[in-house]
T-cell receptor
Framework: ETGVTQSPTHLIKTRGQQVTLRCSSQSGHNTVSWYQQALGQGPQFIFQYYREEENGRGNFPPRFSGLQFPNYSSELNVNALELDDSALYLC?????????????FGEGSRLTVL | QKEVEQNSGPLSVPEGAIASLNCTYSDRGSQSFFWYRQYSGKSPELIMSIYSNGDKEDGRFTAQLNKASQYVSLLIRDSQPSDSATYLCAVNARGNTPLVFGKGTRLSVIA
């Protein structure tokens, strides 16, 4: 139990649609990181939010965007869905610089794009 | 491009044996190293972290780090069928940089 909750756990969308995934941080954590894990691959860093500002971004196109709210919960939005966006989306909350201590993920949101 | 390499497996070991999982990384400046266990359909779970050269033991798990060879390994002693999972190696270059993951090694422990 990491204290990080994600919703929805599973969802199915069609190509071209938009999706919003949500993450509730563990109490006291001010940083949220999002990762994408395609089938058979390791998680890939999408971006990180610290105190409501984007604080680093991986190699993902602008149609991947996010928000962090004053209570440090977060959203990941993906526009114009493509088939390759089908993946497990993972959220981890932490204190800043905690990557050095490892990240603890929520249960993930599994997105299927048809 | 920072890379973390793992043999995808599957690695099959009999119950009670030692499972040895290996990982190499490209960024010589990496400072923190992690092993995650991922059961099918679940999210990755952090099981070991190591920061300095040598061995670190936690129960049946031992992580080994050799920074000169840019090599990290995980040993699982007395392997159990419940250890069957994919094991992901992750590396952090420095404090506020994202974790870089390998593709994982699938371990199968045969009863």
């Amino acid at each position: 139990e990491t204290g990080v909750t994600q919703s929805p756990t599973h969802l199915i969308k069609t190509r071209g649609q938009q999706v919003t995934l949500r993450c509730s941080s563990q109490s006291g954590h001010n940083t949220v990181s999002w990762y994408q894990q395609a089938l058979g691959q390791g998680p890939q860093f999408i971006f990180q939010y610290y105190r409501e500002e984007e604080n680093g971004r991986g190699n993902f196109p602008p149609r991947f965007s996010g928000l962090q709210f004053p209570n440090y919960s977060s959203e990941l939005n993906v526009n114009a869905l493509e088939l390759d966006d089908s993946a497990l989306y993972l959220c981890a909350s932490s204190l800043r610089l905690a990557e050095a201590s490892g990240l603890f993920f929520g249960e993930g949101s599994r997105l299927t794009v048809l | 491009q920072k890379e973390v390499e793992q043999n995808s497996g599957p690695l099959s070991v009999p119950e009670g044996a030692i499972a040895s999982l290996n990982c190499t990384y490209s960024d010589r400046g990496s400072q923190s190293f992690f092993w995650y266990r991922q059961y099918s359909g679940k999210s990755p779970e952090l099981i070991m972290s190591i920061y300095s050269n040598g061995d670190k033991e936690d129960g049946r798990f031992t992580a080994q780090l050799n920074k000169a060879s840019q090599y990290v390994s995980l040993l699982i002693r007395d392997s159990q069928p419940s250890d069957s999972a994919t094991y992901l190696c992750a590396v952090n270059a420095r404090g506020n940089t994202p974790l870089v993951f390998g593709k994982g090694t699938r371990l199968s422990v045969i009863a």
